[in-house]
Every structure is written in C-alpha cells, then in structure tokens.
C-alpha cells in the first residue's frame, strides 16, 4: 500500500529533540513496510541505547505514520541495536553539523 519511500517521508516529520534534525535525515530510519492491509511497520534505532527519549521517540514515530499515512491502519516500531548507529550513517549536513565542520 504505502512504499518505504513514503513511510521514510511521514517519519521524516520527526525531529530528534536533542540535535534538531528528523530522524530520516539522522540515518535512524533503517526501514518501512507496509503490508495490503495498511499495517505500517518501521525498523529504526536510536543513537544510544541509553537514550532518554526511547518512548516518546517511538510513539512520535507511531503518531507521524499514522498523521502523514492517511489510508495506514496501525503503526509499529521496532527499535534495533544491530547495525549498531554511529555519524557516518547520518546525511552529510548532519555530520557536518554534529561533528562541528
């Protein structure tokens, strides 16, 4: 129904608190499907597994799929550990950024 393109715009409507950039852009976004019935799913990590946000992140993921995604029944996230995130994985504005370039 929706394509991983798509689920990566809705989710790109999240912007991490700490750093101010969406999560897409972030290269948290690791995947998005979407089965026939609507059913959204969304593969992400966060950049620390001590992350304080951790539930607020994940329900604002939920939220923006199902906002931005008219026709999506529910929305899941997944929240991985493997591959582990590191800056390099971020666009490049956002290296820049973060590491002060």
């Known amino acids: ?4 393109e798509e689920i990566f715009k809705a989710v790109s409507t999240v912007n991490d608190p700490e750093v ?3 999560l897409v ?11 026939e019935e609507g ?3 969304v593969i992400m990590t966060l950049s620390t597994k001590a992350c304080p ?4 992140i ?3 993921v939920e939220e923006a799929v199902l906002r931005e995604l008219p026709n999506a029944q529910n ?8 591959p582990a995130w590191n800056i390099t994985m971020a ?5 820049k950024a973060l590491s002060g370039n």
Request: overall charge negative.
């Open 1 to 4: 129904m929706y394509t991983k």
């Open 20 to 22: 101010g950039f969406n």
């Open 25 to 35: 852009e972030m290269g948290l976004i690791y995947d998005g499907i979407c089965n």
């Open 39 to 41: 059913d959204v799913k």
């Open 53 to 56: 946000l951790h539930q607020m």
């Open 58 to 60: 994940v329900q604002w």
């Open 75 to 82: 929305a899941e996230v997944e929240v991985v550990w493997e």
């Open 91 to 95: 666009d490049e504005h956002v290296m």
